[in-house]
């Protein structure tokens, strides 16, 4: 399935770290076009969800590379445009994913806010979220992961 087909048909995404501080980093991104098109816009009928480990990760990242004013202000339009699921309700499965796969806990959260909301999960590449491991969590917790460029 497309990417661009999921981002039609889906009403509800979850998306990780990178791929939010790729599009507010202006990385040259092939998903940014359909991130503008679809969800950081007016009209966008998709609901975005996260967590705030992924809030914590953006604001420091943001904050080493671009100072703490560009944080705080990406800080406060993502804060407009994301809906923040408590962890009291993700720390369970997000535990489970960690248990079994050695993967960044941010991401056992992602994940497990995915599986919470059953929506997908776009990531950027990364070395830990491997093909075999995606399929594996994929088998293991019936989740929609997708890598996105």
């Not at 509800?12 to 679809?38: P, R």
């Not at 943001?62 to 100072?67: E, I, P, Q």
Request: contains cysteine; aromatic residues 10%; proline residues 1%.
């Amino acid at each position: 399935m497309s990417i661009e087909k999921i981002l039609r048909e889906s009403r509800s995404l979850v998306l990780d770290t990178s791929v939010l501080l790729g599009y507010f980093m202006n990385e040259e991104l092939s998903i940014i076009s359909l991130l503008d098109k679809y969800i950081f816009n007016e009209d966008s009928l998709l609901t975005l969800y996260g967590h705030n480990l992924l809030m914590t990760e953006i604001y420091y990242i943001l904050c080493r590379v671009k100072g703490i004013s560009e944080a705080e202000n990406v800080i406060n339009t993502v804060e407009k445009i994301i809906n923040i699921v408590d962890e009291s309700w993700l720390f369970k499965k997000a535990g489970q994913i960690k248990c079994k796969y050695p993967i960044a806990l941010s991401d056992c959260f992602s994940i497990s806010l995915g599986l919470f909301q059953n929506c997908p999960i776009f990531f950027l590449e990364e070395r830990e979220l491997s093909r075999d491991v995606i399929q594996k969590l994929t088998r293991d917790f019936n989740c929609k992961i997708y890598i996105v460029s």
